[in-house]
């Protein structure tokens, strides 16, 4: 019998929407590497999809609800959450990033989980902020993040990326208070006292915090037991009330996997990702404006990357855009044909003038701030997403690294592959995929995405060197 045969009647223990590409990437390497047979989808796939590729022990949705106005979100995310909950997977996770920027106006976490209480489940919703792996930490309802521009700790709203993001800069470290921005629903929080006692004095506390009414419950966490004991809360949480939603970072992935392996129930052997390797040239398009980006584009340039510097006004504007696209494509795939990896940038930092311009293009024709980053980043990952289909088309390029979660994501979109799957440990956080697809341009290509403040300086070059642990 195959092993797809074999497969074929797993049940799964897990179903995750991510508000981003990058995000869900982050959450499929968490399981993968965990030894789970995992992939990531563009689409809700039905069971009977499911079941025709082999089985899976968890499946993602790759989606873009980040970049997303709140009636956006009321049009996309109950069909979605519907269709994952038609999976019978124990736990839905909504994933939203571990910096947990978002806002009122564009990427409510606090509107997705008033439409999952709507239509998926009235009971109390975990949200899980802290994820020690990547150097975030949940305390006292207050979130903490290391920089890795100077491998700082800062509370998120003092952090030097996430403070002053372009599109939803984090003001507020206290999550309930940041999502009481969000929403008219109750919250309240499990904090770290709660969990360092014994099994039983914690299942008394959760007990006592999931029966006060309250739609969601935060829970801290600072160190991997702590997570560990998320995981196990989770866990049992599943068992005994139903299938469960929750919302979190890729900690839900980290605290559920590693409670599977404290009960043994991960499988005995694992396939090694710890090696990547080399590539003779690739592309990578960065549309991050974070101090860490224009770092890792500086060390690109310096190992040999030829970079295209995008002016993103003349990309999004209409009586410009076909022309830009036709210029950066065709350049492109000239220096790809000499033998060079290519470095796309709309930014080099926070300083770089190019997104101001655009956004300017936008408040001109009487658009709020808000609303001109909302349209403006969405159409610039938009128009990226063609450069990068077309030269993918018309080369023989088989990696592609995205830098940015917005652009991430709608550059992923425009290309459209079927499914991801783990092919290696990039950076924590930034796995590097390979692709699923009828598309014969797609067919073998490598992808990696990756957040703004992810990876470090190396990221670029390590993609194209490879890397051997």
């Not at 499990?190 to 007990?207: C, I, Q, T, Y």
């Not at 801290?220 to 139903?242: F, H, M, N, W």
Request: with cysteine.
């Amino acid at each position: 019998m195959s092993a797809k045969a074999e497969r074929s009647d797993v049940a799964l223990r897990l179903a995750f929407y991510g508000d981003d590409f990058t995000g869900s990437t982050d959450a499929l390497e968490v399981l993968a590497f965990a030894g789970l047979r995992c992939a990531l989808f563009l689409k809700v796939p039905s069971s009977e999809r499911l079941s025709q590729l082999g089985g899976f022990d968890a499946i993602g949705v790759a989606g873009d609800s980040r970049g997303m106005s709140p009636s956006e979100m009321d049009e996309s995310l109950p069909s979605v959450f519907g269709a994952l909950r038609a999976l019978n997977a124990p736990i839905i996770h909504y994933k939203v990033c571990s910096t947990f920027d978002s806002g009122p106006a564009i990427g409510s976490i606090g509107k997705a989980l008033e439409i999952a209480r709507a239509r998926i489940t009235r009971t109390p919703v975990p949200i899980v902020a802290g994820t020690p792996a990547l150097k975030r930490y949940c305390a006292f309802g207050n979130l903490f993040a290391r920089s890795a521009t100077d491998h700082k700790t800062y509370r998120i709203d003092r952090h030097p990326i996430m403070s002053v993001h372009p599109v939803t800069p984090m003001m507020e470290g206290d999550l309930l208070r940041h999502l009481a921005l969000q929403t008219d629903l109750p919250l309240s929080g499990m904090f770290l006292p709660s969990l360092e006692g014994a099994r039983k004095e914690v299942d008394r506390a959760w007990s006592e915090a999931t029966s006060t009414g309250d739609a969601g419950i935060l829970l801290d966490t600072v160190t991997p037991r702590q997570l560990t004991e998320v995981g196990r809360i989770l866990d049992s949480y599943a068992k005994t009330a139903g299938p469960i939603f929750a919302i979190g970072s890729s900690g839900v992935e980290y605290a559920l996997t590693q409670w599977w392996r404290e009960l043994g129930n991960l499988p005995d052997t694992q396939r090694s990702y710890e090696r990547i390797a080399p590539t003779s040239q690739i592309l990578a398009i960065s549309g991050s404006a974070s101090p860490l980006s224009s770092a890792q584009i500086d060390t690109a340039i310096a190992a040999g990357f030829t970079e295209i510097a995008i002016d993103a006004k003349a990309l999004v504007r209409e009586d410009s855009w076909q022309q830009a696209t036709e210029d950066i494509v065709g350049r492109t795939i000239a220096l790809i044909s000499e033998g060079r990896s290519v470095i796309m940038h709309t930014a080099r930092g926070p300083r770089d003038t190019r997104i101001a311009e655009m956004l300017e293009c936008f408040t001109a024709e009487g658009l709020t701030q808000d609303d001109a980053r909302h349209r403006g980043g969405r159409l610039l990952g938009q128009r990226l997403g063609a450069v990068a289909n077309a030269v993918l088309e018309a080369t023989h390029v088989r990696r592609l690294v995205l830098s940015g979660g917005d652009t991430s994501s709608q550059v992923t979109q425009v290309l459209g592959p079927d499914a991801l799957e783990i092919e290696g440990r990039l950076a924590a956080g930034a796995p590097l995929c390979h692709v699923l697809s009828d598309k014969p341009h797609l067919q073998n290509l490598q992808l990696a995405l990756k957040g703004g403040q992810m990876g470090d300086e190396n990221f670029f070059v390590v993609a194209r060197d490879g890397l051997s642990r």
